[in-house]
């Protein structure tokens, strides 16, 4: 099968002073196997929202998430899954090699192989220096490296990152997109929301964007974004136009 | 199995890593240590009374760590969204709410073996010799504790950990007042407070079915049938609160 995900008709609606908000309004989206695609829009335009329901976290209102054909609430499809959380929390009484190790116990990854496996990524991710310190005196980068760590134990076939790039240094932003394209080379799906639009256009096969619940653009990066222009540029034009629509 | 015991492993670490365990512990151990001094200082009653204020001083305390380290175990896995990493991956919400039990049955199990041994051994050396019958005391309060536990877990499902904490400290005043209630009820003229009352004998769990501290005074411990009933029933009631537990979180979104 050559689609990895597919969103059909997904709509998540809460109220607000009675009124009622669609968060997120018809959503359709198909990704295929083996390619990046980028989410993108402004602050509260449904982005965690979109990767939470996939993720089973919230109970969308209408609509079906397919992860190779099969509901991504599925035990089987969760076992193909990795998923990093925006401003991740863990354990803080934890060590880095502990959450690992409690990470790949829930993935029920022989305790032989998880030595190996953990120390390598967290090679990965360059905190191979902090194996043994707790997760409470990590800064905020290290949470999201170790963010990214806990989401590819699994060996996942398709890795939901939200917000991966948020609170990098720039030398942390180059290794998270070298470890995304790594994992696209391994032909793995990757599917991530950021603000960081000149990463999301250097990494990314695909973008959607989505404003006010909607998603108003999707397809090939390249083709998207005008050659004469930047994707920051383009989606702020994009943003404004649709806002005038309304 | 295996994700359930991950999670109780986990929720393990955390409760024993957690400095506030030490404090009940300490305060518990100086407790039993009061009682000798109590014990020492009565007529002929030191046996009985470190007996009394030990089993008691155990329970208070093991009450304490039950209801408000239990009362956070929940509520902290949403506050701090450590939640979003466990319900994502392939974990039912049963087994994590079955993990987080066992987790905290486990730690409260640790505790009370801790505070056992300290206790048994006075309560042999004055004695000297050791006695079943305390040791089936102990039994039935950590039983207690484990249920209280169960029910603390079900409030702070979907409650803040304070009020979590204070529902379950009613229940379990409710509950050892049961036979009291259903006294009450069946002398009562008014058939609304009559109903009402047997209502509540009804729901609340009996919580004297677990107390055998004046057993323990008078030499009488539970016969083969008493216990059985005792366990299944400790064991259906925490059976009731984990799949109510379960239900109330399988229908929140975080």
Known sequence: MNEAI??????????????????????NLSIPKGKVFGFLGPNGAGKTTTIKMINSLIKPDTGE?????????????????????????????????????FTCNIFEIAKSKQEKLIKEILKRVGLQESASVQLRNFSKGMG????????????????????????????GRIELKKII?????????????????????????????????????????????????????????????????? | ??????????????????????????????MIGISIIMGSISLNQDTKI???????????FGVLIAVFVGANTIHKEKDKRTIYIILSKPIRHWQFILGKFLGLALSLLVVTLLMSIIFLTITTIKEKSFSFLLLEAIFFQYLELILLISVVIAFSSFTSPLSAAIYTICLFIIGHSTTVINQIAAKSQNIFISKSLE?????????????????????????????????????FYIGLMLTLATQILKKQEF
């Not at chain 1, 597919?6 to 959503?27: F, M, R």
């Not at chain 1, 190779?68 to 969760?78: D, P, R």
């Not at chain 1, 991530?192 to 619940?213: A, C, M, P, R, T």
């Not at chain 2, 004297?208 to 005074?217: A, D, H, Q, R």
């Open chain 1, 6 to 27: 597919k969103i059909s008709n997904l709509t998540k609606i809460y109220y607000k002073n009675g009124k009622e908000v669609k968060v997120v309004n018809d959503l």
């Open chain 1, 65 to 101: 998430i397919k992860i190779f054909g099969q509901s991504s609430s599925e035990m089987e499809v969760k076992k193909k899954i990795g998923f990093m959380p925006e401003n991740p929390y863990f354990y803080h009484y934890l060590t880095a090699n502990e959450f690992l190790k």
């Open chain 1, 144 to 171: 999201q490296r170790i963010g990214v760590a806990q989401a590819l134990t699994n060996n996942p076939e398709v890795i939901f990152l939200d917000e991966p790039l948020d609170g990098l240094d720039p030398i």
């Open chain 1, 181 to 246: 394209l790594e994992e696209k080379k391994k032909g793995k799906t990757i599917f991530f929301n950021s603000h960081i639009l000149s990463d999301v256009e250097e990494i990314s096969d695909y973008i959607g964007i989505i404003d006010q619940g909607k998603l108003i653009k999707t397809g090939l990066t390249n083709e998207i974004v005008p050659k004469n222009t930047t994707l920051e540029k383009y989606f702020v034009e994009l943003i404004e136009k649709e806002r005038q629509k309304k």
């Open chain 2, 1 to 30: 199995m295996k994700q359930v015991l991950t999670i109780a492993y986990n929720t393990y670490l955390e409760t024993i890593r957690d400095r506030i365990l030490y404090v009940f512990v300490a305060f518990a151990i100086a």
């Open chain 2, 50 to 60: 470190i007996k009394d204020f030990g089993l008691a001083g155990m329970f208070f």
């Open chain 2, 199 to 235: 209502t509540v004998y009804y729901i609340f769990p009996n919580l004297e079915k677990f107390n055998l501290k004046t057993n323990v005074v008078y030499g009488i411990g539970y016969n083969g049938p008493e216990t059985i009933i005792a366990i299944l029933y400790g064991l």
